[in-house]
């Protein structure tokens, strides 16, 4: 079992602080929620813990050892797959392409065998090899979005708004696919526009607004009384 702490984090952007001493952890082998209104700093998380934009303080670790201020790569290797909001694919590259270039860190047995699990769980990603990336539709580019994780086999997924944009029957999908992750054991900070769905597949539940968390603890409050949500998103 491993732990992904989260200590005393704050992040600028800007010139403006959009996390302030944030601390969570989160577990393997389940779904922790993260909910709060759009600008409550929810992608910059995501960014800063793939290493992608550094940290104005604190830190975070897997296991005790630290990855802040490190780069993507680094992160990367250590375990922490980020999937960022808006389909994040390499659109003039084909399918196969983009998941071969997720797996440049392991070995290339290993990658193949990470990419041929990935063409298993989306077939339709193993149907189109070939086609290009962008070409796609905005549901099979999220699959292959959230295969490029998978092939790097991580402990800990940062999903942010896999479901923008897409049909439920997409969204059902795909969190079934985290569901089954996190039954595997890996890690998943889940960030999602669709509240209710989020919480009803989490253990755990954090809502954030103006770079603070203003709730956490269990999902199941949020579900029943529907006010202390609302109240947290406005705190």
Not at 27 to 46: D, M, Q, Y
Not at 144 to 150: E, F, I, P, S, Y
Not at 174 to 193: F, K, P, T, Y
């Amino acid at each position: 079992m491993s732990s992904f702490t989260v200590r005393d984090l704050c992040i600028d952007r800007g010139g403006k602080r959009v996390i302030d001493q944030l601390t969570f952890t989160l577990e393997s082998g389940s779904i922790t929620a993260l909910l709060g209104p759009n600008g409550a700093g929810k992608s910059s998380l995501v960014l800063a813990l793939a290493g992608v934009i550094p940290v104005a303080g604190g830190t975070f670790a897997i296991d005790g050892l630290a990855f802040a201020g490190r780069s993507p790569d680094v992160v990367r290797a250590a375990g922490i797959a980020a999937v960022p909001e808006g389909h994040c694919v390499l659109a003039g590259l084909s399918v196969e392409d983009n998941l071969n270039a997720a797996g440049l860190q392991q070995s290339q047995k290993a990658a193949a065998s990470a990419v041929e699990e990935v063409y298993t769980i989306f077939p339709e990603l193993a149907e189109r090899k070939k086609q290009r990336a962008g070409s796609m539709s905005g549901g099979q580019q999220q699959m292959l979005a959230l295969g490029q994780g998978l092939v790097a086999r991580p402990k800990f997924i940062l999903a942010d708004e896999m479901s923008l944009g897409l049909a439920p029957l997409i969204v059902k999908r795909l969190m079934g696919v985290l569901s089954r992750l996190a039954d595997d054991g890996v890690g998943v900070l889940l960030i999602e526009q669709f509240t209710a769905l989020a919480l009803k597949h989490s253990e755990e539940a954090h809502v954030m607004s103006r770079g603070r968390f203003t709730y956490s603890g269990s999902p199941r409050p949020l579900l029943l009384e529907p006010e202390i949500l609302h109240r947290a998103y406005l705190a």
